[in-house]
């Protein structure tokens, strides 16, 4: 293996999420949002939001979740999120775009 084929900082070892220094942060799922995305199916969409939120359970990876204004025209956050990441911490924010 050439040194330009070996990941990029980890000394040639297999890179691996340690849950211990790792947060999921999962920003602005909300179903109204999910209605702009042209570029794949919303319900393919959604699976893949749900399997974040479930490979962070299993990995045992704290989840922070936060949506913009979600009373609002962007809607709530997509309930696959806490469902499939019960621990999932939610935190409020101001305004719409701010994460």
């Known amino acids: 293996m050439s040194a330009s084929t070996l990941p990029a900082n980890f000394n040639g070892a297999r890179p ?14 909300q179903s109204g949002l999910f209605q702009t995305v042209a570029d794949m199916p919303m319900t393919t969409l959604r699976r893949h939001a749900a399997a974040l939120a479930s490979m962070a359970t299993l990995a045992k990876l704290p989840v922070i979740t936060t949506a913009s204004v979600p009373q609002g025209p962007n809607g709530p ?3 696959e999120i806490h469902a499939n990441a019960p621990h999932a911490q ?6 719409e775009i701010n994460a």
């Open 90 to 95: 939610y935190v409020a924010r101001k305004g």
């Open 16 to 29: 691996v999420i340690d849950p211990n220094d790792a947060v999921m942060l999962l920003i602005d799922h």
């Open 77 to 79: 956050l997509i309930p």
